[in-house]
T-cell receptor, first 114, second 116 residues
Framework: ETGVTQTPRHLVMGMTNKKSLKCEQHLGHNAMYWYKQSAKKPLELMFVYSLEERVENNSVPSRFSPECPNSSHLFLHLHTLQPEDSALYLC?????????????FGSGTRLTVV | AQTVTQSQPEMSVQEAETVTLSCTYDTSESDYYLFWYKQPPSRQMILVIRQEAYKQQNATENRFSVNFQKAAKSFSLKISDSQLGDAAMYFCAYVITQGGSEKLVFGKGTKLTVNP
């Protein structure tokens, strides 16, 4: 366990469902990230929260809605997804003011949209 | 566009041998950090090694070392004395700081197989 916990580990949902992915870190980090990992493609940065404010939204469809209630928790709310949204969703955290050791990642949520 | 290219989708190595994974990148930044991450079947991205672009000395971490060529924008990873546990996807990445936030840009990855 790296200190970044993601739940659930696996999720199967229909296109009309609403679900949420959760990410939690207790590393004292002040930035959190959502990445999408699809087969044969580089990891895609979806959202960045720095000091609990969203600072990046990489043209992600509105059916993905992030929420960062505090510096330790990050959510990704999902609704009316499409089959092509099936992927591994990775959460990461970092401390933007410290010497950069890179991000700390969670184990991801494997999402299947049916 | 800021990109990372890993030209080897798959590589294999015999146990105890040495393998080098290649990575090139394109950035207009002058100060940045470079990383190699490992993703085993457990899916967790694990930091293997990092390099600060302003340092000329190549980073080393036990059996892992890099060959950093800033002018060529090349950042290869050498794994010595390969072990079965090294089998994983390896991702090259760099991070830049923009507008108070960091962005970590990844390549597509190289799948490394270690043969006993």
């Amino acid at each position: 366990e790296t200190g970044v916990t993601q739940t659930p580990r696996h999720l199967v949902m229909g296109m009309t469902n609403k679900k949420s992915l959760k990410c939690e870190q207790h590393l004292g980090h002040n930035a959190m990230y959502w990445y999408k990992q699809s087969a044969k493609k580089p990891l895609e940065l979806m959202f960045v929260y720095s000091l609990e404010e969203r600072v990046e939204n990489n043209s992600v469809p509105s059916r993905f809605s992030p929420e960062c209630p505090n510096s330790s928790h990050l959510f990704l709310h999902l609704h009316t997804l499409q089959p092509e949204d099936s992927a591994l969703y990775l959460c990461a955290s970092s401390h933007i003011d410290r010497d950069l050791y890179g991000y700390t990642f969670g184990s991801g949520t494997r999402l299947t949209v049916v | 566009a800021q990109t990372v290219t890993q030209s080897q989708p798959e590589m294999s190595v015999q146990e105890a041998e040495t393998v080098t994974l290649s990575c090139t990148y394109d950035t207009s930044e002058s100060d940045y950090y470079l990383f190699w991450y490992k993703q085993p079947p457990s899916r967790q991205m694990i930091l293997v090694i990092r390099q600060e672009a302003y340092k000329q000395q190549n980073a080393t971490e036990n059996r892992f070392s890099v060959n950093f060529q800033k002018a060529a924008k090349s950042f290869s990873l050498k794994i010595s004395d390969s072990q079965l546990g090294d089998a994983a996807m390896y991702f090259c990445a760099y991070v830049i700081t923009q507008g108070g936030s960091e962005k970590l840009v990844f390549g597509k990855g190289t799948k490394l197989t270690v043969n006993p």
